[in-house]
Structures are given as structure tokens and as C-alpha cells.
């Protein structure tokens, strides 16, 4: 199991957040999340927004701290990136 934390650099709603993924699958970054009690409105397409205040806990948890740039390289490299363009594009399709 491979779930990743960065540094908490991305502010908003007054505090700073991290960002949680797998570099395996998505199916193992919920699984995780879960297990956190990470509530399914913090994950962003390929990534759960985790608090400051809750990053300790993650890396507890058996989150592996890196960089934010080591982040997005895995989050590439395994094919489950979600670009910027995607996330538009998903956002504009409506579900029946």
C-alpha cells in the first residue's frame, strides 16, 4: 500500500491543507480515506484535501510524507493524474 501526503501548503477556510492519493489506485486511496474517517466531499478527482490539523494523523495512519513535487511525479507516473483541463471538463458534464 502506497497513499501519499504532501506538505500542507494550499491555503483555505482559514487553515492550510495537504494533499492524500495512491500512486497504486483509486479503489486503495478510498479505502484509506475511509479508515481515516476523511468524509468523501474532501476528494478532488484524484486526490482527498486533508486539513493541517489532521496530517499527523495521516502519516500515523501509514501515509508516506513527501514533497509536493514527489506527489504529483507518483500521482503521474501510475496514470492516476487528473489534469487541471480534466477536472473542468468533468465538472461540466451532467449525470442523468
Known amino acids: 500500500m502506497t497513499v501519499l501526503i ?3 501548503i ?5 487553515t492550510v491543507w495537504a494533499h492524500l492519493v495512491s500512486d497504486v489506485s483509486l479503489a486503495e486511496l478510498h479505502a484509506f480515506a ?4 476523511i ?3 474532501g476528494f ?5 484535501d486533508v486539513p493541517l490539523a489532521r496530517c499527523a494523523e495521516m502519516v ?6 513527501v514533497t509536493g513535487r514527489e ?3 507518483r500521482l503521474q507516473l501510475s496514470g492516476l493524474r487528473v489534469t487541471q483541463a480534466e477536472k473542468k471538463r468533468l465538472r461540466g458534464q451532467r449525470t442523468p
Open 6 to 8: 504532501d506538505e500542507p
Open 71 to 73: 506527489l504529483l511525479r
Open 39 to 41: 468524509p468523501e466531499r
Open 44 to 48: 478532488d478527482h484524484d486526490h482527498y
Open 34 to 37: 475511509r479508515r481515516a474517517g
Open 60 to 65: 500515523a495512519l501509514g501515509a508516506q510524507p
Open 10 to 14: 494550499w491555503p483555505a477556510h482559514g
